[in-house]
């Protein structure tokens, strides 16, 4: 889609079509605001803007709108989510079952991993945690000592994957690391 309005803007007719729209659109914004601002008709605003009667404020105006709006909707635009937040959330690794969450960081802009933990091998639905020199499910409870976690080269190993996975967004996923 966006490709095809690439063409469409670089195209030499199409692109004069397109200009075209945007200044008679322009146009009858200025001929809103005169009329609201003077008190006028809106017919004598369109015709005083059409003959070019139109005060240099109200073209400054005009501009600092439009371009304040865009600079709105570009901040407050909601991009789509990208599908890796939603399907790349648990693996096997280190021959453990993990799970993951994602969350995006305004000022990196980018998703990071947080929440990493590991699910019972008991159980395979609760998730462990540690309670002082072992580690304890909590649903189930079992206990395990001799697991060997590398929390930092399963993380590397996730980011190293949802990369490969999701090659579109490989630029979305930081290095940075929240627990």
């Given at each position: 889609?966006?490709?095809?309005?690439?063409?469409?803007?670089?195209?030499?007719?199409?692109?004069?079509?397109?200009?075209?729209?945007?200044?008679?659109?322009?146009?009858?914004?200025?001929?809103?605001?005169?009329?609201?601002?003077?008190?006028?008709?809106?017919?004598?605003?369109?015709?005083?803007?059409?003959?070019?009667?139109?005060?240099?404020?109200?073209?400054?105006?005009?501009?600092?709108?439009?371009?304040?709006?865009?600079?709105?909707?570009?901040?407050?635009?909601?991009?789509?989510?990208?599908?890796?937040?939603?399907?790349?959330?648990?693996?096997?690794?280190?021959?453990?079952?993990?799970?993951?969450?994602?969350?995006?960081?305004?000022?990196?802009?980018?998703?990071?991993?947080?929440?990493?933990?590991?699910?019972?091998p008991k159980c395979?639905?609760?998730?462990?945690?540690?309670?002082?020199?072992?580690?304890?499910?909590?649903?189930?409870?079992?206990?395990?000592?001799?697991?060997?976690?590398?929390y930092d080269g399963?993380?590397?190993?996730?980011?190293?994957?949802?990369?490969?996975a999701y090659p579109?967004?490989?630029?979305?996923?930081?290095?940075?690391?929240?627990?």
């Amino acid at each position: 889609m966006k490709e095809k309005l690439s063409n469409i803007w670089h195209d030499p007719v199409w692109s004069k079509v397109i200009a075209a729209v945007i200044v008679a659109l322009g146009g009858l914004l200025v001929s809103a605001i005169k009329s609201l601002c003077s008190q006028e008709s809106f017919g004598t605003a369109l015709l005083n803007v059409l003959s070019f009667k139109v005060s240099v404020w109200i073209v400054l105006s005009v501009i600092f709108i439009v371009v304040l709006g865009v600079a709105l909707l570009k901040k407050h635009a909601h991009k789509p989510t990208p599908p890796f937040v939603t399907e790349f959330t648990s693996g096997i690794y280190q021959k453990q079952q993990w799970q993951w969450r994602w969350r995006w960081d305004d000022e990196e802009r980018c998703y990071y991993i947080y929440d990493l933990s590991v699910k019972c091998p008991k159980c395979k639905t609760g998730l462990l945690t540690i309670s002082f020199d072992n580690y304890q499910c909590g649903k189930c409870g079992a206990e395990f000592d001799a697991l060997r976690i590398d929390y930092d080269g399963v993380k590397k190993q996730i980011l190293a994957d949802a990369r490969n996975a999701y090659p579109h967004f490989k630029d979305s996923v930081s290095d940075m690391w929240m627990v």
